[in-house]
């Protein structure tokens, strides 16, 4: 949660307007009073179908406008992946979240994606004003871990940075350059669908109808 308040919705930054959390104080939500409750008349049950996140959704159709096939990991024996591409990618997407505003944004993974990080693929979506950009990387990728391998609880992407921090743990920057080589990279999908299907026909274990975890 932001320090400095900014509603994700509208722009409002009148501390007055936003809910504050309970048990840490000098912490905004991320939408002002107006816009949570606005979000909250307009809340609807997704289709079984669809993710219940927008930006899940809007990454499957763009996924599907560029011929590759993905549905919600919910429909699927992969429940605990975003999104699953031709049945055995799995990908994680996560919005970025301004911090004060803007420019710099952070991602944020929840406790079990940073404990048990099996996912294959990480899509980062930088929220704009007009539109979004997408990021893919693969889940291996530097950035997610610390210097001492462990896998970071937040990305944070600073376009401008001012100075490095002094921790002898904290990972490599997401820098501009990166974020900019990995735009729209879907073809990182199919790299790894065709890596993965070699993984499979090399494994002398299989049997009919089972694969091994550590495949998928």
């Not at 909250?40 to 763009?62: C, F, M, V």
Request: proline share 6%; glycine share 6%.
């Amino acid at each position: 949660m932001p320090k400095i308040a900014c509603c994700i919705e509208c722009g409002d930054t009148d501390p007055a307007r936003f809910y504050r959390k309970s048990d840490y104080n000098h912490l905004f939500y991320s939408r002002c009073k107006s816009c949570t409750k606005l979000s909250r008349e307009n809340y609807s049950l997704p289709d079984a179908d669809k993710s219940g996140h927008t930006s899940e959704n809007q990454t499957i159709q763009i996924l599907q406008s560029v011929g590759i096939f993905a549905t919600p990991g919910k429909v699927s024996s992969r429940l605990h992946y975003d999104i699953v591409a031709w049945g055995i990618v799995n990908i994680e997407v996560k919005l970025g979240i301004f911090s004060n505003g803007g420019p710099d944004a952070r991602f944020r993974f929840t406790h079990r994606q940073v404990s048990h990080p099996r996912r294959d693929l990480c899509v980062l979506i930088m929220p704009r004003k007009h539109d979004k950009t997408y990021h893919v990387f693969r889940a291996t990728h530097d950035i997610f871990y610390k210097y001492d391998g462990a896998h970071r609880p937040s990305v944070y992407y600073h376009p401008n940075p001012k100075f490095t921090r002094p921790h002898s743990l904290v990972g490599p920057k997401l820098t501009k350059d990166i974020m900019i080589a990995h735009q729209n990279y879907w073809e990182l999908i199919e790299i790894v669908k065709q890596e993965k299907v070699a993984l499979m026909k090399n494994v002398s274990t299989v049997e009919q109808g089972w694969m091994p975890s550590t495949i998928w």
